[in-house]
């Protein structure tokens, strides 16, 4: 990936439903390498900041805020400075508990999962948590674990432009997306 520099822009603090997040200007989206989730390093409001900035389902991106951040930060509605840049290497997603218990009751599957990059772990992740429906997320775990014993080191069948947090998102879109 070509360095291009880092992206600086300005942005208030939102509440989508329980989430807190940082939306980026059209401009700043727009040097994303891609529509889809994209690993980033920089600054928050002067906090060092790595993450994964996650599509908005409308060519745009966003940032998801954790609480004490967000208060440091001073809460919704407050603009707040924020560099990024691209960054080569993704970190660990934060798997979830039902997903990481069928993962340690499939000791097969554990060579794979270690092998794949972050950035596919990222994408299992996203898949699984992609519905509200408990269900339907059990489903999907019972299939991720299906599929990568059957050495698939991807989920497949989802847009990876779209917006998949079901908290914030209504038809694959961010609420409020421009």
């Not at 934060?94 to 990481?100: F, R, Y």
């Not at 489903?139 to 991807?154: A, M, N, P, Q, T």
């Not at 779209?162 to 038809?171: F, M, R």
Request: proline fraction near 10%.
């Amino acid at each position: 990936m070509p360095d291009k520099g880092p992206i600086t822009f300005d942005a208030p603090i939102e509440q989508v439903n329980d989430r807190t997040i940082l939306r980026l200007p059209a401009d700043a989206s727009a040097e994303l390498p891609s529509r889809g989730q994209v690993a980033v390093t920089g600054s928050i409001g002067g906090h060092p900041y790595d993450t994964v900035v996650e599509p908005d389902g409308n060519r745009g991106h966003w940032i998801r805020l954790g609480e004490a951040l967000t208060t440091e930060l001073g809460g919704p509605d407050t603009v707040v400075s924020t560099t990024i840049t691209p960054a080569e290497q993704w970190p660990e997603p934060v798997v979830p508990d039902d997903l990481q218990s069928a993962l340690d009751d499939a000791p097969d599957t554990a060579e794979l999962w270690n092998a794949i990059t972050p950035m596919a772990r990222w994408e299992w992740v996203r898949w699984v948590q992609a519905t509200k429906n408990p269900s339907t997320r059990t489903k999907r775990i019972g299939v991720g674990i299906s599929k990568l014993r059957d050495g698939k080191r991807r989920p497949c069948c989802f847009d990876l432009s779209s917006c998949t947090d079901p908290n914030v998102a209504k038809s694959g879109v961010l609420i409020g997306a421009r």
